[in-house]
T-cell receptor, first 115, second 113 residues
């Protein structure tokens, strides 16, 4: 079945450590997105990529990095510069990155906590 | 600025009808999406509105008034499994020709027997 797979489901980070969250899609979608979800707040966009080998900062990119070397993969690294990383991280994809009626489809998320 | 407002919580009874409102103030408008999210799970797409009026999909309908910056999601014949958060998301013109969305904080709906 086609879909978006995020791993791991739960992740713990030590102080000063970088961690990478995986996001893989087999929907043949061009565009991919990373969001952060905190209690009482809406989803906030971290980074997005409209096409392979290209990505753009979202609203809260500081302390995060991404790569888009393959169409199906968009890993997110939470660096030690991100001082408040505890959150639920959601990856999404859409057929293309343009304006259309095509929705974004989401993975099941990764919950990151600080040790 | 950009702002999307939804009620934080709502309660309704099984079998009843509930309306979840969303008002938005954004730099232009290029479409509005509704998603359902059960706790700890992925948001799932429910509906899309870009023109004024009502879009119906089974038990769920969504309405849009662009002049009022207003949308609602209508859920009929409520079932216990409809207990979830409902997210309103707007694509504004600040995103240019992209599919970037601005999300509201979500409305947590509790369906009671």
């Amino acid at each position: 079945d086609g879909g978006i797979t995020q791993s791991p489901k739960y992740l713990f980070r030590k102080e000063g450590q970088n961690v990478t969250l995986s996001c893989e899609q087999n929907l043949n979608h061009d565009a991919m997105y990373w969001y952060r979800q905190d209690p009482g707040q809406g989803l906030r966009l971290i980074y997005y990529s409209q096409i392979v080998n290209d990505f753009q900062k979202g609203d809260i990119a500081e302390g995060y990095s991404v790569s888009r070397e393959k169409k199906e993969s968009f890993p997110l690294t939470v660096t030690s510069a991100q001082k408040n990383p505890t959150a639920f991280y959601l990856c999404a994809s859409s057929i293309n990155g343009g304006v259309s009626n095509q929705p974004q489809h989401f993975g099941d998320g990764t919950r990151l906590s600080i040790l | 600025g950009q702002n999307i407002d939804q009620p934080t919580e709502m309660t309704a009874t099984e079998g009843a009808i509930v309306q979840i409102n969303c008002t938005y103030q954004t730099s232009g408008f290029n479409g509005l999406f509704w998603y359902q999210q059960h706790a700890g799970e992925a948001p799932t797409f429910l509906s899309y509105n870009v023109l004024d009026g009502l879009e119906e999909k089974g038990r769920f309908s969504s309405f849009l008034s662009r002049s009022k910056g207003y949308s609602y999601l209508l859920l009929k014949e409520l079932q216990m499994k409809d207990s979830a958060s409902y997210l309103c998301a707007v694509r504004d013109q600040n995103g240019g020709a992209t599919n970037k969305l601005i999300f509201g904080t979500g409305t947590l709906l509790a369906v009671q027997p």
